[in-house]
């Protein structure tokens, strides 16, 4: 996969915590890993929620392509307390089991072949301890989520710590045959400098998620449809499953 300016330009991974931080996706895996001696945190971004988990009671382990990201995450507070790994998540081998392996913020949407998926639930599979649990999130495609990140419905506004008043919005196109979704995120700093990047996202059904977990020897214990643990329906917004080894 090309790399995403997004996530890799540090002018732009300087935006992430201020117009992202925590959502009900890091707040339910967080209170998760409360019940983990382990926790291995795949695409974990600026580390925001591995920092957290490290408090001292738990082996935290962050893993993400983007060192930029992994700049962030080791200056946060709680930083110095996780093991951070520059690497691809569809290859990293550490070596070790976890009690829990996370990915949140619909970093599996950024898998944009079977293949890359697979991949990933591979090394999910892999690092996963005797009676561990998965859980990562995806969008649902029947909700057509994109339709809704044209720059007018998306225009939003933060303050960033070093940089000031932010304006953001995001453009969108779809291409059908592949389910693949291009955006473009821009941002706007009160100078009227703009720092813009391209990025590429898979929504994938419920069903090709479910063939490459199980592909992978992994099972599905439940299927959520939220991050309040309500089920997975054709209209609920997210694709959660939670398991484990088979």
């Known amino acids: ?17 201020a117009d992202n931080g925590w959502g009900d ?8 890993g409360e019940g983990a001696a382990s926790v291995l945190d795949l695409g974990c971004g600026t580390g925001l929620l591995a920092a957290a988990l490290a408090d001292g009671r738990r082996q935290v382990f962050g893993v993400d392509s983007a060192p930029s990201m992994l700049d962030i995450a080791r200056g946060r507070p709680g930083g110095g ?14 070596g070790r089991r976890f009690d829990l392996v996370i990915m949140t913020g619909h970093a599996f949407q950024c898998l944009l072949t079977d293949a890359d998926q697979r ?12 009676g ?27 303050d960033q710590p070093e940089i000031g008043r932010v304006t953001a919005w995001n453009d969108v196109s779809m ?19 703009i720092q813009k990047a391209t990025s590429r ?24 449809g939220n991050w309040s643990g309500g089920p997975c329906t054709e209209t609920s917004p997210e694709i959660i499953p939670l398991g484990g080894l088979a």
């Open 201 to 224: 996202i898979r929504f994938a059904t419920r069903n090709d998620i479910a063939q490459r977990i199980a592909e992978a020897g992994l099972r599905v214990e439940r299927w959520m």
């Open 119 to 130: 991949a990933l639930c591979e090394t999910i599979a892999a690092h996963l301890a005797p």
């Open 81 to 94: 307390s996780v093991s951070w790994v520059v690497a691809d998540g569809r290859s990293v081998r550490l």
């Open 1 to 17: 996969m090309m790399q995403d300016k997004l996530y890799h330009d540090p002018r732009l991974a300087a935006f992430y915590d």
């Open 132 to 158: 561990g649990r998965f859980i990562f999130d995806s969008r649902n495609p029947a909700r057509e989520e994109w339709r809704e990140w044209a720059p007018e419905m998306t225009l939003r506004h933060f």
């Open 175 to 193: 291409d059908e045959s592949t389910q693949i979704v291009s955006y473009e995120t821009c941002y706007r700093n009160a100078s009227g400098s």
């Open 25 to 32: 996706d890091t707040r339910f895996c967080r209170a998760m």
